[in-house]
């Protein structure tokens, strides 16, 4: 081990408040992703990190080692501006197999390394992986081809990529510093920064169905994500999104990825066209195709408007091994053997759906996961047939749900009753983007 410093008196620093340099901090990363520290001292290193904070210069170095952990993709050879998009996570968010295809289609380079769903939020390698034969496993050479070809490329994260980060997120996973801004800040950036990207629009989401559950929190994690950006020389926009109650109607790989099928078209709901426009305008204005985000907004609805978003979508689907014959004929897809439906039990007005709960009762319909190994079924999900705000009579249908594991069927419905608040007045209509953050600061932003 480089013996140039103790391990020790670095905790101790930390531990104490004190600031750590940039080469103290690559050391500690650099040695932990060498096995030369053990588990029990970088775990040390990071409940002090956790409870005492990491300044703008800390947070940047330790995004800086994780991203030098591995390799960092060089696409050079793609011509224009490669800009992604990251979402901090949600209940129905299918918004990246929409806003996909359509910045492609207009000519900006979308080299697209996403995760799967673990706990209440969906991932979007699994809704991909519903697609029969569609793979998200590649190498790194196949990642250059198919962006080059496709001008977009879907994949999961690569050994090769910020492997320091997938090691320190299970370690803070079980020693109770997840919820700490810098380090989910550093974790997210290592990798979209590792991609080879230009430019980078996030979407950090606040809620009950989010991670961040205030709207101060959400924007102090959305600064944080851009000043790394800016640091690192990306020019990066972020939006405050509401995810109170899920995105869109349906909840669940498979219908996932139908409600994304009608969106391209052109047909999906009015939340999921709103946000999907705002943020494939803001990426196609970063890429260059546009000179703002409101022009890249009128571009974004013109490629779904002329089908060439949609033909981009089974470009890559075709691409990627997957069998177009579902996109083209949805409703070709097998069906779960049980479905069963919400039913009013009063008159009224919907004015709260809860997302957390809505979506950990689709994990246990079997639409996700509780631990990592855990299989995902395409078939199971929700489908929600009224919304807040929707006046809504006894009896009446509130959703429908589906499954292939019986046994939730009781225990699902209990949770579902729970999740839905009918009240006697209609609520007041919430904003679905509240802030715009980037290089100039925090301002509001009403959609």
């Given amino acids: 081990m480089n013996s140039k410093y103790n391990i020790v008196s670095l905790i101790r620093k930390k531990r104490d408040g004190k600031v750590l340099t940039k080469e103290e901090i690559r050391f ?230 139908e409600e994304s099928i009608d969106a391209l078209k052109g047909e999906g709901p009015e939340d999921i066209m709103e946000i999907s426009h705002l943020l494939s305008g803001t990426m196609i204005y970063l890429g260059g195709k546009a000179d703002s985000v409101e022009k890249g907004i009128e571009i974004s609805k013109q490629q779904v408007e002329k089908g060439e978003a949609f033909q981009k979508w089974l470009d890559i689907v075709e691409e990627q091994g997957g069998d177009i014959s579902y996109i083209n004929n949805p409703g070709k897809y097998p069906t779960a053997d049980y479905e069963f439906e919400l039913k009013s039990s009063e008159d009224g007005y919907i004015s709260e759906m809860d997302a957390f709960e809505i979506g950990t009762a689709t994990v246990e319909l079997g639409a996700g996961r509780k631990v990592k190994e855990d299989d995902v079924d395409p078939q199971a999900g929700i489908v929600l047939k009224k919304k807040v705000g929707d006046k809504i009579t006894k009896g009446e249908t509130i959703l429908v749900a589906y499954t292939n594991k019986p046994t939730t069927i009781e225990p699902v419905t209990a949770q579902l009753y729970g999740a839905v608040t009918i009240s006697d007045t209609k609520p007041e209509k919430e904003f679905l983007v509240t802030k715009v953050v980037d290089k100039n600061g925090v301002r509001d932003f009403r959609l």
């Fill in 28 to 257: 500690l990363i650099d040695s932990y992703t060498a096995d030369e520290i053990p588990d029990y001292q970088i775990s040390s290193f990071l409940m002090a990190a956790f409870l005492n904070g990491l300044n703008d210069e800390e947070s940047a170095a330790l995004t800086e080692s994780m991203l030098h952990s591995g390799i960092v993709v060089d696409l050079s050879h793609v011509s224009g501006k490669k800009v992604d998009k990251h979402s901090t996570g949600g209940v129905g968010d299918k918004l990246s197999l929409i806003l996909a295809p359509i910045v492609a289609s207009a000519g900006v380079p979308v080299p697209m390394i996403s995760g799967r769903g673990l706990g209440h939020t969906g991932g979007t390698l699994d809704k991909l992986e519903s697609i029969p034969g569609f793979y998200v496993d590649v190498d790194l050479a196949r990642y250059k081809e198919i962006l080059e070809k496709q001008n977009l490329v879907l994949v999961g994260q690569t050994e090769e990529i910020a492997p320091a980060d997938k090691r320190l997120y299970a370690l803070r996973d079980v020693t109770a510093t997840v919820e700490s801004i810098p380090l989910i800040a550093g974790s997210i950036m290592s990798k979209k920064l590792a991609e080879g990207i230009d430019a980078l629009v996030l979407d950090v989401k606040y809620g009950s169905g989010a991670f961040m559950k205030t709207e101060e929190d959400a924007t102090k994690l959305a600064q944080a994500l851009v000043g790394i950006g800016e640091q690192f020389e990306k020019e990066t926009i972020a939006y405050l999104t509401n995810m109170k109650q899920p995105l869109g109607y349906k909840i669940g790989n498979w219908f996932e990825v």
